[in-house]
């Protein structure tokens, strides 16, 4: 019988571990598969751990790792992935805005041979005007930036044993699921899905941790930036040219105008351009420092299972 592993990264859930559990239930009823459910609590501050813990006391199909402090929801995801041992892996939400009848489609895809089933929304659910228009502008940077269309594409999906292993592999710190679950190549397909309101809780990404967040895996996935520095610079350059040139023939015009306010503001300009450039630089200085330092990319606190 085949084995399909879930893995759900959890961070102060603990209002949404029962109905999550209670849910999958009744969707394994209709799948002729067996399964485990690993939790990954990102230092919950909450009774999280403990709503797991008591689960697994009545089924041993629920596990748990649990951080010894809060790493990020990357980290949790990987650290699911190198810990799960089924024949294929769904990675799915625990607040049920992954809709979990969705897996009996998802496996059914995956024996057809798909390797990659890519769970799409159809919409956003309930959001905040704002927070949409961010939403939209940060897939349209990162998609653009790492040549992914992430707009078609969440982190809820499902991984043959081949891909999860590949994953498992890489060693770099700072990672990005989505990027790297389209990265490792394999066969894919997709399902559709609707977003469904959460069961408890409010969502923990705000408009400024998204803008964080794309920012960050832009530079962890793309040199784009950098070439937008080199762009500048002969943007600079050309702008020196032209206004070179145009000095020289008021000159011999008679008619040179004078210099100063256009060197102002040149200089101001050019010194704006060469600090953003050094911080761009500087950001990528800090992601190889952090890479080479080769702390681990989660401590992992407690286990259950």
């Known amino acids: 019988m085949d084995k399909i592993s879930l893995v759900v990264p959890c961070f102060n859930e603990q209002d949404n571990i029962v109905p999550f559990y209670d849910a999958i239930l009744k969707v394994f009823d209709d799948i002729p598969a067996a399964f485990e459910l690993m939790f990954v609590d990102d230092g919950s501050s909450d009774s999280t751990f403990e709503r797991i813990q008591a689960l697994h006391g009545k089924d041993d199909r629920v596990k748990c790792i649990s951080f010894s402090r809060n790493f990020g929801k990357e980290a949790a995801l990987f650290a699911g992935i190198r810990n799960v041992t089924g024949d294929c892996t769904v990675v799915i939400d625990a607040d049920l805005q992954h809709p979990p009848l969705l897996i009996k489609e998802m496996y059914k895809l995956w024996k057809e041979g798909y390797q990659v089933v890519e769970g799409i929304k159809r919409d956003r659910g309930k959001e905040s005007v704002i ?127 004078s210099g100063f306010p256009t060197i102002v503001f040149l200089m101001l300009i050019g010194f704006g351009g060469c600090l953003i450039s050094l911080g761009i630089i500087g950001v990528y200085i800090a992601q190889i420092y952090d890479e080479v330092k080769k702390r681990p990319q989660y401590i992992i606190g407690r286990r259950i299972g």
């Open 131 to 257: 927070h949409g228009l961010f939403t939209k502008l940060f897939y349209r940077m990162i998609s653009s930036a790492v040549k992914i269309d992430m707009a078609n594409s969440s982190d809820y999906k499902l991984l043959d044993r081949k891909v999860t292993e590949e994953l498992a592999k890489l060693k770099e710190r700072n990672t990005f699921f989505r990027a790297l679950s389209f990265w490792v190549g394999f066969k894919k397909t997709s399902v559709y899905y609707e977003v469904a309101d959460r069961v408890s809780g409010h969502s923990k990404w705000s408009t400024r941790s998204l803008m964080k967040y794309a920012v960050k895996n832009v530079i962890c996935f793309s040199y784009l930036p950098l070439h937008i520095i080199s762009i500048v610079g002969i943007i600079f350059v050309l702008i020196a040219l032209g206004i070179g040139i145009d000095a020289i023939l008021s000159y011999f015009r008679n008619n040179a105008a």
